[in-house]
């Protein structure tokens, strides 16, 4: 018995991609500016807002983005931070954002973000987001609370 050739579809010319794009609304450019921003740095004030919402001392906040203090103090004069910088604290300003989002109050998440977690080995969950693998590692747990998969 013989079988068939396999055909495979042709290939999607541009025209038919933008049609694509169109039908679902899709814009090129989109979630592409906060990528910008952080590239440009983001202002020194985005930290200290964070700062403020976190409740934590800038000393704190400091060591976990990784800026000396003397450093945020010139950065302060500049008005910027760097690319490095913003994108860490860019990190950390999301997984506010994600606690927020699962305790449904910024004052529950912020406690939860600086007291010392079980699930995370007893580690405080902020202290943990000076390295991806620990802003991964509470991200984690985040889920898991989320979807009341704890243990």
Same mark, same amino acid.
């Given at each position: 018995?013989?079988?068939?050739? $396999?055909?495979?579809?042709?290939?999607?010319?541009?025209?038919?991609?933008?049609? &694509?794009?169109?039908?679902?609304?899709?814009?090129?450019?989109?979630?592409?500016?906060? &990528?910008?921003?952080?590239?440009?740095?983001?202002? %020194?004030? +985005?930290?200290?807002?964070?700062?403020?919402?976190?409740? #934590?001392?800038?000393?704190?906040?400091? *060591?976990?983005?990784?800026?000396? #203090?003397?450093?945020?103090? !010139?950065?302060?004069?500049?008005?910027?931070?760097?690319?490095?910088?913003?994108?860490?604290?860019?990190? %950390? !300003?999301?997984?506010?954002?994600?606690?927020? *989002? %699962?305790?449904?109050?910024?004052? +529950? +998440?912020?406690?939860?973000?600086?007291?010392?977690?079980?699930?995370?080995?007893?580690?405080?969950?902020?202290?943990? +987001?000076?390295?991806?693998?620990? $802003?991964?590692?509470?991200?984690?747990?985040?889920?898991? $609370?989320? @979807?009341? #998969? @704890?243990?």
């Amino acid at each position: 018995m013989k079988r068939k050739p $396999i055909r495979s579809a042709p290939p999607a010319t541009r025209v038919q991609e933008a049609a &694509v794009a169109q039908s679902v609304d899709w814009k090129e450019d989109e979630g592409f500016d906060e &990528v910008q921003e952080i590239r440009n740095g983001l202002p %020194v004030d +985005a930290f200290f807002q964070l700062q403020e919402k976190l409740g #934590v001392g800038t000393p704190q906040l400091a *060591g976990v983005v990784g800026i000396p #203090v003397r450093t945020l103090q !010139r950065r302060k004069d500049e008005g910027r931070l760097t690319k490095d910088e913003s994108d860490r604290l860019d990190r %950390v !300003r999301k997984l506010m954002s994600h606690a927020t *989002g %699962v305790f449904e109050s910024e004052t +529950a +998440a912020r406690a939860w973000l600086t007291r010392p977690q079980i699930g995370l080995a007893g580690f405080v969950p902020l202290e943990l +987001a000076d390295t991806g693998a620990g $802003i991964r590692e509470v991200e984690n747990l985040l889920g898991r $609370i989320d @979807y009341g #998969v @704890y243990a």
